[in-house]
Every structure is written in C-alpha cells, then in structure tokens.
T-cell receptor, first 115, second 111 residues
Framework: KAGVTQTPRYLIKTRGQQVTLSCSPISGHRSVSWYQQTPGQGLQFLFEYFSETQRNKGNFPGRFSGRQFSNSRSEMNVSTLELGDSALYLC??????????????FGPGTRLTVL | GQQVMQIPQYQHVQEGEDFTTYCNSSTTLSNIQWYKQRPGGHPVFLIQLVKSGEVKKQKRLTFQFGEAKKNSSLHITATQTTDVGTYFCAGPLVAGNMLTFGGGTRLMVKP
C-alpha cells in the first residue's frame, strides 16, 4: 500500500499571502488529521476530518482551515500568512476516528517558510 | 490546561547505555501511543497501550502504561546509533477526541 503523500514538499511564501497544502491518505483510511510542528511548540493538532466532516479542531486561529473530499483526500488552507506560520505541516491518516482506532500514519510533511 | 508532558527534553547517551523517557498526562487516558521521529523525518507509530499496568516489548524497547493510566514510559536497553531520534508519546485527553502529543524526548547516541 502506498503511504500518505503530501504536496508540495517545500513552499516559500511572503507575509499576507495564502497557501493550500494537500494530503492523500492511505487507501481505505477515512480519517485525516493535520499537525503543525515547530521547534518551540512541538506537534500541535490543527484539525481532524472524517468522512468529509470536521470532527475535532485544535486551538488555532480561523486563518487555518481545511476540508476533506469524498475520496478522503484533504486540503488545508492558511490565509494571511504570518512569519510565525513557518513550520512543518504534517498530515496523518488513520482507519477510524476516535481514541481506539487512531494509530496515525504520517506523511513526509510540507515545509512552509514565510518571509 | 490539559496536557501531556514528557521528560527529559534531551538525552545524550553513550552507545550501549540504557535510555528512558517518561510521559505524564493531566488526565486519565483511554490509551497511549508512542512515536519515533528520525532527524529530518516524520513521526512513525511504534506502539499503542490500552490496559492499566500494561507492559509491551519490542526487541530492546519496553513500553509501560501506568496503573492509573496517567503515565507511561519507554525504556531502551543497550542503545544503538539507529535509536537516534525524538520519541513522542500521545494520548486522547478527552475520550474519543484527537491525540495530544507530548513535547518529545530527543535521544542522541554517541558511538
């Protein structure tokens, strides 16, 4: 089975721009979660989608949004970029949603740099 | 607020020495998971513990889940250079909710 794929792998943007990141989960996985990883804050949960519905949301401003399509692929969008948004954005897929079935399979991440 | 804490933040060991990282949750967890992230890589699932007092072994790695299901530990016996990376614990602070990750313990092994 192919693993989780994320595109693009690297991205450079300037403050005020917006960005869209894409994630394709492992075939058969219906849950997709997004995380922001920075050296100072570690792995921070952004949101989780399951069957096209947002199931959980982390403590991030409304500039961060996401969606999931019927084929389970997911996108996240960050509008009005700030310098502090520079981070590795990781997508993870799992079979189900909920605490007992959420072994996360992570993608390679998208490294976003905001100048 | 509710959180998952890990200590130590960093650990340098000589190859062959043992290593332990500890994870503590502010709330009782239904389960706890452990991940390893190699430098430049992404987190990779190692194991999930579900039962109170559970102990699981994977070769040189031993994972424990506390009796109160609020703490966990990962012990590596006789570290090797291939063990280098950051080890994260993660658990759902609210039942059925998303995973909250600890801050991680970065392990460095001197050959």
């Amino acid at each position: 089975k192919a693993g989780v794929t994320q595109t693009p792998r690297y991205l450079i943007k300037t403050r005020g721009q917006q960005v869209t990141l894409s994630c394709s989960p492992i075939s058969g996985h219906r849950s997709v979660s997004w995380y922001q990883q920075t050296p100072g804050q570690g792995l921070q949960f952004l949101f989780e989608y399951f069957s096209e519905t947002q199931r959980n949301k982390g403590n991030f401003p409304g500039r961060f949004s996401g969606r999931q399509f019927s084929n389970s692929r997911s996108e996240m969008n960050v509008s009005t970029l700030e310098l502090g948004d520079s981070a590795l954005y990781l997508c993870a897929s799992s079979l189900g949603s909920g605490s007992m079935h959420n072994e996360q399979f992570f993608g390679p991440g998208t490294r976003l740099t905001v100048l | 607020g509710q959180q998952v804490m890990q200590i130590p933040q960093y650990q340098h060991v000589q190859e062959g020495e043992d290593f332990t990282t500890y994870c503590n949750s502010s709330t009782t967890l239904s389960n706890i998971q452990w991940y390893k992230q190699r430098p430049g890589g992404h987190p990779v699932f190692l194991i999930q513990l579900v039962k109170s007092g559970e102990v699981k072994k994977q070769k040189r790695l031993t994972f424990q889940f506390g009796e109160a299901k609020k703490n966990s530990s990962l012990h590596i016996t006789a570290t090797q250079t291939t063990d280098v990376g950051t080890y994260f614990c993660a658990g759902p602070l609210v039942a059925g909710n998303m995973l909250t990750f600890g801050g991680g313990t970065r392990l460095m092994v001197k050959p």
